[in-house]
């Protein structure tokens, strides 16, 4: 089992920055790679971001390539998104998900354990 716990949403203006935080617990040693998600009300969950957690390969969705930053802290068992320039486009829970096997980063179906979601909110 793993157990994911998402914070640092909030609310921003158009422009600003954010960054979340997803510590997870549990078996994380077996953990292949980790991603963000996000889901805008009246809209399908989909990928941000993905790091594979040993050798570090980031993957981004096209949307937030250049303004988007995934990192992790092997240590502390803490994925991180760095998110910059945001715009209200952005607003969406956002989810991190833990996968334990290899698979295509950007598909949900890759990962075992998601997260309970944390707000992000981006004025204009």
């Known amino acids: 089992q793993v157990q994911l716990a998402e914070s640092g949403g909030g609310l921003v203006q158009a422009g600003g920055s954010l960054r979340l935080s997803c510590a997870a617990s549990?078996?994380?040693?077996?953990?292949?790679?980790m991603g963000w998600f996000r889901q805008a009300p009246g809209k399908e969950r989909e990928f941000v971001a993905a790091i594979n957690w040993s050798v570090g390969s980031t993957f981004y969705a096209d949307s937030v390539k250049g303004r988007f930053t995934i990192s992790r802290d092997n240590a502390k068992n803490t994925v991180y998104l760095q998110m910059n320039s945001l715009k209200p486009e952005d607003t969406a829970v956002y989810y991190c998900?833990?996968?334990?096997?290899?698979?295509?980063?950007?598909?949900?179906?890759?990962?075992?354990?998601w997260g309970q979601g944390t707000q992000v909110t981006v004025s204009s």
């Open positions: 549990g078996r994380t040693y077996r953990a292949y790679a």
């Open positions: 998900a833990a996968a334990l096997r290899y698979g295509t980063p950007r598909t949900m179906s890759t990962y075992d354990y």
